[in-house]
């Protein structure tokens, strides 16, 4: 029984699927590295997932391509985020009360949208898949090719951007900039970095990488789009960004802890076991918790995070 | 003669100071706002504009029916809205009232079941304290984590709202299931309800406890030595603890009371709409509550107010729904667009017929 439950939980297939579940996590996550890194507070996660979840379906609906509903995504997500930013930057919302109210609009207008469009409240109609890649050289090898071998394309592009995200942040001029927002906004104006710029330039960039996401969450296997797909997702992301010190290296790491606990849920739930199907699911949540909690007292968030700045004063 | 009429006017003059005449012209502008970019929406997508906001107008207002449907929506979110705004006051904001509630709804059909067959006014009383306990209980979690470790209570109540259900899932699917598919526990017995305060209306004594419990909650921030406590801990932590007040049990204590509000909810719904707790039943109360506490500048007379104008917008969004064959989650936009446009002190500055004189000030603001 014990074996039986333990060769489920650390099988290639739930390592696997945990890659996977880990894609729109660790998007998202740094998305709001970028964020938080230049001082904006972003609860609108959440949001910005569930808007490029929607837009994808109906950019791949409307041109029957599913990677112009990537691009679709990443616009929508884009537009959401410079939204937020807007109110948080220039009208000087408290940040996580409207990273809340942009959730809440979110998920108000896409399902109300899905209705105007499909008529179900339910499902969107299926829609053309982004399918999966098939990469000759890598399948081929032992454990590598079972985990890598046949993904999700998105897995890839998850990779490339939280890479080139990470060089962007620690090792470009303007990733330095952004870092100067987030922890000394006065000492970074004085050196005549363009605050508002900045900030709204990171925001919108955290809301493109939330707008892959999301578009994964759509195209890349379900191929459909339901109400509330992102289910929470945004709010994890969150968490793996402060357990991975705001870094989006850090940040993919958490996620994986995330989409494993998730990959394991559901794997459970095929067995037999004791556990009721309900407590099993409850297993992300928990861990999300206990993650936040124990990874909070430790941290140390970008010294001016959630503060607004008026130049000049 | 005199003495009466001075003292209505001093009585007069603090209501006005208390309820920010200012705060409340542009809690108003920012709901016509939102609703002017709901019509803007329906207008977009071919449907009816003038249709559609009659048949909001109707189903909220329109008939005996249609007011005690907007008051039998409004109870349940005059509670989540004042769970949100009592944390809101020591500076947290808990978007957990969905879970608080679902423990409190089931809670307090449990207990109700239990008393059916004693005088209706213990089984309601029992029901209530039963949700409060339960809801308050669930509250404290995310409070001890705020407070012990500093985990982001946005980020620990939106998970525990998740666990709630499963958990009130499970409890009722293997312990208090009634007989068939669906799971929920039995049916409460007609006279075991929320009576009615005029028969044939269909107006429940909820609005009642929730008037009384706005009172309450209204004397906790203006009278009492906690409620002091609690708006020097929302204001500066630091210069709190500095004065010798307990932050990190101001915090859970803050949490706990919000939490009872949002449980008192469960018991709302579950004793005057659905006479049982059914698994996953909210529609999202205990987020409008979050757009309702946000509208009512957490103020308890300003989350009344709030709670009846969403109230009637649910209402008279599901007429809108059926007559005019507008999806009801336009009420759901409407609401983020109220939060947003509440949380955004600057908004006035593009309006500047609004704009007050002195300038607004930022920290007056609840959001």
Redesign the interface.
């Known amino acids: 029984m014990w074996l039986e439950i333990l060769g489920t939980i650390f099988s290639l297939n739930t390592f696997e699927a945990a890659i996977r579940l880990a894609v729109p996590i660790a998007l998202a996550a740094m998305g709001g590295t970028f964020s938080e890194r230049a001082g904006i507070i972003n609860?609108g996660l959440e949001g910005m997932l569930l808007t490029g979840a929607f837009a994808a379906v109906l950019g791949s609906y409307f041109t029957g391509s599913a990677w112009l509903g990537v691009a679709f995504a990443v616009l929508a997500s884009a537009m959401s985020a410079a939204l937020f930013g807007y109110?948080t930057i220039?009208?000087?919302?408290?940040h996580?009360?409207?990273g809340?109210?942009?959730?809440?609009?979110?998920?108000?207008?896409t399902?109300?949208l899905m209705?105007?469009f499909w008529g179900s409240?339910g499902t969107s109609p299926a829609v053309t898949g982004v399918g999966r890649l098939h990469i000759p050289f890598i399948a081929e090898l032992p454990i590598i090719g079972r985990l890598l071998g046949r993904q999700s394309p998105f897995v890839y592009i998850m990779f490339i951007l939280i890479i080139g995200g990470w060089v962007l942040l620690f090792k470009t001029p303007l990733g330095l900039r952004i870092r100067m927002t987030g922890e000394h906004p006065e000492a970074a104006d004085s050196l005549g970095i363009k605050i508002r710029f900045i900030k709204h330039f990171s925001v919108i960039l955290g809301g493109a990488f939330c707008g892959f996401g999301g578009a994964y969450l759509s195209l890349g296997n379900l191929n459909w789009f339901s109400m509330n797909m992102s289910a929470?997702r945004g709010?994890?992301a969150?968490?793996a960004n402060?357990f991975g010190q705001w870094n989006p290296l850090g940040g993919l790491g958490a996620s994986f802890l995330f989409s494993f606990s998730d990959a394991v849920q559901m794997r459970l739930q095929g067995l037999d076991i004791a556990l009721?199907h309900?407590?099993i699911?409850?297993i992300p949540?928990?861990l999300?918790?206990v993650i936040?909690?124990?990874a909070?007292?430790k941290a140390r968030p970008p010294a001016a995070l959630g503060n607004?700045y008026s130049p000049g004063k | 003669m005199r003495e009466l009429l001075r003292r209505l006017g001093a009585a007069f003059s603090r209501v006005a100071a208390i309820a920010g005449v200012r705060d409340l012209a542009y809690s108003v502008f920012a709901v016509f706002l939102a609703l002017g970019v709901g019509a803007l929406l329906i207008f977009a997508f071919g449907y009816d504009v003038g249709r559609a906001f009659s048949a909001l107008f109707q189903g909220a207002f329109g008939s005996v029916r249609a007011v005690s449907q907007t008051l039998t929506r409004a109870t349940p979110l005059l509670f989540t809205g004042l769970a949100v705004a009592v944390a809101f006051k020591v500076g947290l904001f808990n978007i957990g009232g969905e879970g608080q509630m679902y423990w409190g709804a089931l809670a307090s059909a449990v207990v109700s079941l239990a008393l059916v067959g004693l005088p209706v006014f213990f089984i309601i009383a029992g029901a209530v304290i039963a949700a409060a306990l339960a809801g308050a209980l669930w509250g404290v979690v995310p409070g001890v984590l705020k407070a012990q470790t500093g985990a982001h209570e946005v980020i620990t109540t939106i998970m525990l709202n998740s666990i709630a259900v499963l958990g009130t899932t499970h409890l009722t699917a293997n312990y208090f299931k009634a007989p068939g598919a669906v799971d929920q526990t039995m049916r409460l017995p007609v006279e075991a309800r929320m009576p009615h305060i005029i028969d044939g209306t269909g107006i429940g004594y909820g609005i009642v406890i929730g008037i009384c419990v706005v009172v309450a909650v209204h004397w906790l921030f203006k009278r009492s030595s906690l409620g002091y406590d609690f708006q020097a801990v929302g204001f500066s932590p630091g210069a709190a603890a500095y004065g010798g007040i307990a932050s990190k049990r101001m915090i859970v204590l803050s949490m706990a009371l919000g939490g009872a509000m949002a449980g008192i909810a469960g018991s709302m719904v579950v004793l005057a709409q659905l006479g049982r707790f059914v698994t996953g039943f909210s529609p999202g109360y205990g987020f409008t509550g979050i757009a309702v506490a946000v509208l009512g500048r957490t103020h308890p007379w300003g989350v009344l107010l709030a709670a009846l104008l969403f109230g009637a917008l649910e209402a008279g969004g599901m007429t809108m729904q059926l007559s005019a064959r507008i999806p009801n989650d336009l009420m759901t936009v409407v609401q983020g667009l109220v939060i947003l446009f509440v949380a955004a002190p600057g908004l006035m500055k593009i309006f500047p017929s609004l704009r007050p004189k002195g300038g607004t000030k930022e920290s007056s603001h609840v959001a």
């Open positions: 609860i109110f220039e009208l000087k919302a408290n996580v009360v409207a809340v109210g942009l959730n809440i609009l979110a998920l108000g207008l399902t109300w209705q105007v409240r929470g709010y994890m969150l968490a402060i009721p309900n407590i699911q409850m949540f928990v999300t918790i936040l909690a124990g909070v007292v607004h």
